[in-house]
Each structure stands twice: as structure tokens, then as C-alpha cells.
């Protein structure tokens, strides 16, 4: 299937719970919750070490995870991005998660991620 053909729920069925679980991971300061749903690839550009750096610099300019709002999906045959506005409890100003979600082999990885 197309990724082109799913529509809004049909994507937020799958990426609202894979990102549930990377801020969960950032907030536990958990690699193995926050990265359970990353590609290889995705695994490949970070360390536990280099997330738990990552983990001490979020908490510190923004504090803790909230809630968020989903601004806009785009969507590829073999992929979609998301962007959230997620808020913090701390943050100065709005922060951007963004998400591509890619379909490999019959199932969904996260492929890539960035909170900004």
C-alpha cells in the first residue's frame, strides 16, 4: 500500500503511539523506549551516551514533555512527516517535533526526528 492512500487517521493510528514512546523515552531518560521504533539507520546517527546528553540539554532549556498538537502531515508513497507543536513545561517559545515515518519490508520505522 501506498503511503499516499492513508489518510490522517490512518497515520496518526500509527505514528501517535511511536512518538508517545520517544518522549517517554526522553522523559525516563529511557534509550530502549525512546529508540524501539527507529530504523536502522535512524539507530546509527546516536549512542545511549549521546542520547542521555540529549536528554540532559532538553530537560534543561525546556523541562518536561506535554502535550501536542498536530500542525501538518505530508505524505510520500513510502513515507509521511509529521510536525507537532510539542509543548514543554519550561520552553521559551513553541518547539517543533517532526517525525518521517517510512514503510520497510511491510512495516513502519521511524526514519527520522527532530525536536526543535
Not at 529511557?30 to 539507530?43: A, G, P, T
Not at 517559545?93 to 527532530?114: E, H, I, P
Request: aromatic share 10%; net charge negative; with cysteine.
Amino acid at each position: 500500500m501506498s503511503c499516499l492512500e492513508l489518510d490522517d487517521d490512518d497515520i496518526l493510528k500509527v505514528a501517535n503511539p511511536m512518538m508517545d514512546d520517544i518522549v517517554r523515552g526522553l522523559a525516563r531518560r529511557d534509550y530502549n523506549l525512546h529508540s524501539c521504533h527507529f530504523s536502522v539507520n535512524l539507530k546509527s546517527h546516536g549512542s545511549p551516551e549521546t542520547f542521555l546528553e540529549m536528554c540532559d540539554q532538553h530537560e534543561s532549556a525546556w523541562g518536561s514533555p506535554g502535550q501536542r498538537v498536530l500542525v501538518a502531515i505530508f505524505r510520500k508513497p513510502k513515507s509521511f512527516t509529521l510536525v507537532w507543536d510539542q509543548q514543554y513545561s519550561r520552553a521559551d517559545g513553541q518547539v517543533m517535533a517532526v517525525m518521517t515515518v517510512a514503510l520497510k519490508g511491510g512495516r513502519y520505522f521511524v526514519d527520522y526526528l527532530l525536536l526543535h
